[in-house]
């Protein structure tokens, strides 16, 4: 087995999973530091113009929505936040929490400024809120640019909420509009890896009135560090994805890599789809038991009040999907992805595709960018640097422009690696990824990315196709020091 003994010193853009009970007590504020309430706020608060205009222009959809602000008031004198910040919050994770920590997050800093996911898009305050920014600070008024300049978001939810808010921001990468907010997290989700991997932890702490002032202190001070992220395209001959997920959306034209040839014949019509991810891509067996479990808590949501719940209910599912019991099952959909399955991969700095054979006895490969998956789990490991030369490896971070490739086997397998009594199947490390699927005895195939699972139809005719590029610019993290 490959040993997981740690190489190498940790840094600021290294990903570190971090003990729950550890954030617990940091969060709650039992460290010996106290933040004053007023002085916070007073570093917090963006002055009222700003929020209304901002505000104005986003319910508007209209970037000259707020000018009256500015034009009813000057604003020579008016103090300028050290680190003016705006939150988004997904009011229905967290349990019962989320709507009082709403509450909470506007007493602390204001109304204007704590953005509930349900009545303000991340997008619209991207196109429409930081662009009457942008607009006044163009017009000359000083405060509005250094807000502009200066300001930094947190997302309270999960992982998928913060790909969200992330997703929109790279709208201002791609138009030139610098700077970036950075983003920090107050975990709400189930699995929260993206949390743990910049050290916000696994799940908020039971003390959370105390602990927010804190959190809020350490996002303005804390260092900014980056993040890759990873484009997604789906080519399906024919048929469309099933129930796509909110993260993979439709589009007209598939851009496939071609220096890749494509094997066989291509079908007259295709359907495209593209999308973003942050954390991970898999393709098998936990992506169809993610997929039930997720369709199970739309259909009886009472079932899944919290993460302690939901976990006891994604163990339970994990248990009636076969993963246990592949061996004595005769279902096609149970056997080895080798049967429906061809990789291509490019390595670092190397220009070239490559084949790579598929472990036979693999019922699921992952694509991981960071060290947590599963909630806080390391299955790559923390491997030795003999084993990585040996492997052709180099140790894996965040923001070093490759995937991790690792196979899991049967749930035995899967359930050893998750508590880290072994690593998982070690396949490959890569720049850029394409996956073809082939149907044969198999009539569906499951795939999810950050923790959204979809069902995707095969063909036994024409193949399906998955690419993986890196997104040519990183996303902004702030890291809890």
Not at 244 to 254: F, I, M
Not at 346 to 371: D, F, Y
Request: hydrophobic share 35%; charged share 25%.
């Amino acid at each position: 087995m490959d040993s997981p003994t740690p190489a190498g010193n940790s840094s600021t853009t290294r990903i570190v999973a971090r003990s729950s009970m550890m954030d617990w007590i940091r969060a709650c504020g039992l460290a010996g530091v106290r933040i004053d309430k007023e002085e916070l706020r007073g570093r917090l608060l963006m002055p009222q113009h700003l929020r209304l205009a901002m505000l104005d222009s986003i319910r508007k959809q209209d970037v000259d929505g707020g000018d009256h602000h500015f034009r009813s008031r000057s604003s020579d004198g008016v103090p300028i936040p050290e680190s003016p910040m705006v939150v988004f919050i997904n009011s229905r994770s967290g349990g019962r929490n989320g709507p009082v920590l709403k509450e909470r997050l506007q007493q602390l800093i204001s109304e204007e400024q704590v953005f509930d996911l349900f009545d303000v898009k991340p997008h619209e305050f991207v196109r429409y809120g930081l662009a009457c920014l942008e607009k006044w600070a163009n017009n000359g008024d000083i405060c509005a640019k250094e807000t502009r300049q200066n300001i930094r978001v947190v997302v309270a939810g999960g992982d998928g909420t913060v790909g969200w808010v992330l997703g929109c921001l790279g709208e201002l990468h791609q138009k030139g509009r610098d700077p970036v907010p950075p983003v920090a997290v107050i975990p709400l989700g189930t699995g929260n890896d993206l949390s743990r991997s910049f050290g916000w932890g696994g799940s908020f702490p039971f003390a959370w009135r105390s602990a927010i002032k804190k959190t809020l202190h350490q996002a303005t001070t804390g260092p900014i560090c980056r993040l890759d992220s990873w484009h997604l395209v789906v080519q399906v001959p024919g048929g469309e994805v099933s129930d796509p997920p909110h993260s993979l959306k439709a589009t007209e034209e598939c851009h496939l890599d071609q220096t890749l040839e494509i094997q066989g014949n291509i079908p007259d019509k295709v359907n495209c789809y593209e999308g973003v991810f942050y954390n991970y891509f898999s393709i098998g067996m936990d992506a169809q038991v993610a997929y039930g479990f997720h369709h199970l808590r739309n259909e009886k949501p009472y079932l899944a009040q919290g993460p302690i719940s939901n976990k006891i209910i994604y163990s339970s599912y994990t248990c009636t999907q076969g993963w246990f019991l592949t061996p004595c099952i005769s279902d096609p959909s149970l056997r080895g992805l080798k049967n429906i399955l061809r990789i291509h991969i490019k390595r670092a700095r190397c220009s070239e595709w490559e084949q790579i054979p598929v472990p036979k006895s693999v019922r699921a490969i992952v694509a991981l960018n960071l060290h947590n998956y599963g909630s806080g789990r390391n299955p790559w490991g923390k491997l030795k640097p003999d084993y990585l030369e040996k492997r052709g490896f180099v140790e894996a971070h965040a923001d070093d422009g490759l995937l991790e490739i690792f196979g899991l086997k049967q749930g035995w397998h899967a359930s050893f690696v998750m508590v880290e009594l072994i690593t998982a199947k070690h396949i490959a490390q890569a720049s850029s990824i394409r996956l073809e699927i082939r149907g044969g005895e198999w009539k569906d195939v499951f795939m999810q990315m950050d923790g959204e699972p979809w069902k995707q139809p095969m063909s036994q005719e024409h193949s399906t196709f998955v690419e993986i590029k890196r997104v040519p610019y990183q996303s902004l993290m702030i890291s809890r020091e």
